[in-house]
């Protein structure tokens, strides 16, 4: 079974400072791990994705990721944080299946990101 | 290009009523999946449809169903609702990837049901 647990239910960062929001996966297959961000009443947007190629990821807005497999975890970053990127932020992992149709992902609880003034 | 569209985006029912939720794919994705996604949590897998047959369950009950049409629009349906059927449920779309799992989805801003 594949799961991922976000280990900051909430973060709070100045705005210019850097942005750590922490994630480990557990998955019984090679995992296909992701970033999405929800901002308030909107849908879910894809920040990043790791499948199996560069283990450093880089994504929208100057946010990147990095895949650990010795660590099982794949941490989201960004130098500088900005008012913007205030939202929830979730962790999302996806077994690998070599036949389409199965394409499940499992989130976790979301780590909700403040940035202060 | 209109993104993933959902409908209605609230409704409010009361416990032992039907409800059905509408969505359309971006044009040209064949694949829909719904996901529950309860106040406070991350969103929970309940279908994917790809070519109009179910391709995927969660660990939802029976009162839950989905189909998918010709024109990869979907439906979903929810029977005799609970209070703990309240939640965002949202609808993603992908294209046709050739076989491998992305996992890419494209999400719609979802349908907000409030059970009273």
């Known amino acids: 079974a594949q799961s991922v647990t976000q280990l900051d239910s909430h973060v709070s960062v100045s705005e210019g400072t850097p942005v750590l929001l922490r994630c480990n996966y557990s998955?019984?297959?090679?995992?296909?791990l992701f970033w999405y961000v929800q901002h308030p009443n909107k849908g879910l947007q894809l920040l990043l994705k790791?499948?199996?190629?560069?283990?450093l990821v880089k994504g929208i807005n100057g946010f990147e990721a990095e895949f650990k497999k010795s660590e099982t975890s794949f941490h989201l970053t960004k130098p500088s944080a900005h008012m913007s990127d205030a939202a929830e932020y979730f962790c999302?992992?996806?077994?690998?299946?070599?036949?389409?149709?199965?394409?499940?992902?499992?989130f976790g609880t979301g780590t909700r990101l403040t940035i202060i003034p | 290009d209109a993104g993933v569209t959902q409908s209605p985006t609230h409704l409010i029912k009361t416990r032992g009523q039907h409800v059905t939720l509408r969505c359309s794919p971006i044009?040209?994705?064949?694949?829909v999946s719904w996901y529950q996604q309860v106040l406070g949590q991350g969103p929970q897998f309940i279908f994917q449809?790809?070519?109009?047959?179910?391709?995927g369950r969660g660990n939802f009950p029976d009162r839950f169903s989905a189909r998918q049409f010709p024109n990869y629009s979907s439906e979903l349906n929810v029977n005799a609702l609970l209070l703990g059927d309240s939640a965002l449920y949202l609808c993603?779309?992908?294209?046709?990837?050739?076989?491998?799992?992305?996992?890419?989805?494209?999400f719609g801003e979802g349908s907000r049901l409030t059970v009273l």
């Open positions: 999302v992992v996806s077994d690998q299946i070599s036949n389409f149709g199965n394409e499940k992902l499992t």
């Open positions: 790791y499948t199996s190629a560069a283990t």
């Open positions: 993603a779309s992908r294209p046709y990837s050739g076989g491998r799992n992305t996992g890419e989805l494209f």
């Open positions: 044009s040209g994705h064949k694949s």
């Open positions: 998955s019984s297959y090679s995992p296909s």
């Open positions: 449809y790809y070519e109009k047959e179910e391709r």
